[in-house]
């Protein structure tokens, strides 16, 4: 999934044996040039970009002539998460690779031959018309940006910290880092293979469904429906109080199986945690669901 760095190899458990030596180095430059000729970002283009970060590492490239590689883009691509620039493509195949052998989807390939070898699918249709899962792994695992996120295009190559935290859309428990700029979630990606459960992957939901954390339709004060029908602010402590009101008055008239407590995916574990606590303890009824139980 990650690039391996470009001076040493691993060895035995524990150790490492380097490699930097003249015919290694003068090899790692030819690679290095002869993939950057066909790329057309330069070094400097995203500090997301593994392969710019190599070729500096590798030293000064050779003066090669920048390759004609005519790569088709999808013109008819219409989903709104995954984008395409055939530009910064070198064909490394790391994305059909992961798409078949960790994600078992096969929707993208690697289509024509020679120059104009691409990033594909079947009949260069929309990746919303073929077994993709939009789970975004092509866009993790892709070495030069070349594929990338419609959603946060740019946003990830400032300056962000990342929040490791949990996925509540399942029971699963998945792993993701939240990218965070400004006091904002930007962003949400995958922690490295090997260090989560869930392996360094992510569904869609996981990856892309972030976007309720500032929505400005969000609710930022209590609103209570008063005697002219409508809403209206309130104070928490206002709020509360009329929240028990209700919920005791409905157990008290019929009984606590009368009462059901629905949470939201969209909570903390935590959250999710105190709504049955509330519910079982505080009223007594074991009506309490959260879609992540399905």
């Known amino acids: 999934r990650r690039l391996a760095?470009?001076?040493?190899?691993?060895?035995?458990?524990g150790q490492t044996v380097s490699t930097t030596n003249d015919r290694v180095a003068r090899?790692?430059?030819?690679?290095?040039?002869?993939?950057m000729a066909d790329h057309s970002a330069n070094g400097d283009a995203s500090p997301r970009n593994e392969l710019a970060a190599m070729a500096h590492a590798a030293g000064p490239l050779l003066p090669l002539d920048a390759l004609n590689s005519p790569r088709n883009d999808r013109p008819a691509e219409t989903n709104p998460y995954l984008g395409f620039d055939p530009g910064?493509?070198?064909?490394c195949a790391r994305c059909t690779r992961y798409c078949d052998e960790v994600e078992a989807?096969?929707?993208?390939?690697?289509?024509?031959?020679?120059?104009?070898?691409t990033i594909a699918t079947a009949g260069q249709v929309s990746l919303?018309?073929?077994?993709?899962?939009?789970?975004?792994?092509?866009?993790?695992t892709c070495p030069t940006g070349a594929l990338f996120e419609k959603k946060s295009a740019g946003a990830l190559d400032g300056v962000v910290q990342q929040v490791r935290s949990t996925c509540n859309y399942c029971g699963v428990g998945c792993q993701l880092d939240l990218n965070v700029a400004d006091?904002?979630?930007?962003?949400?990606?995958?922690?490295?293979?090997g260090e989560t459960l869930n392996d360094g992957n992510l569904c869609v939901k996981g990856r892309f469904a972030y976007d309720f954390i500032h929505h400005e339709d969000r609710l930022t004060v209590p609103l209570i429906r008063g005697k002219d029908g409508q809403l209206h602010e309130a104070t928490w402590p206002e709020a509360i109080r009329t929240i028990a009101?209700?919920?005791?008055?409905?157990?008290?008239?019929?009984?606590?199986?009368?009462?059901?407590?629905?949470?939201?995916?969209r909570c903390t574990g935590e959250e999710n945690y105190l709504m049955q606590k509330l519910a079982?303890?505080?009223?007594?009824?074991?009506?309490?669901?959260?879609?992540?139980?399905?």
Do not use: W
């Not at 910064?88 to 064909?91: N, R, Y």
């Not at 009101?245 to 995916?265: E, I, Q, Y």
């Open 105 to 117: 989807v096969s929707a993208i390939t690697l289509s024509e031959r020679g120059a104009h070898t």
């Open 128 to 140: 919303m018309d073929t077994t993709c899962e939009l789970c975004g792994g092509c866009v993790d």
């Open 88 to 91: 910064l493509c070198i064909l």
């Open 280 to 294: 079982r303890a505080a009223f007594g009824t074991n009506n309490c669901h959260q879609c992540a139980a399905t």
């Open 27 to 35: 090899h790692r430059r030819v690679l290095m040039s002869l993939y």
């Open 245 to 265: 009101a209700g919920l005791t008055g409905v157990r008290d008239r019929h009984g606590a199986d009368a009462l059901g407590f629905v949470s939201s995916s």
């Open 183 to 193: 006091g904002k979630v930007v962003g949400v990606t995958s922690p490295p293979p």
């Open 5 to 13: 760095p470009a001076c040493a190899t691993p060895a035995v458990a």
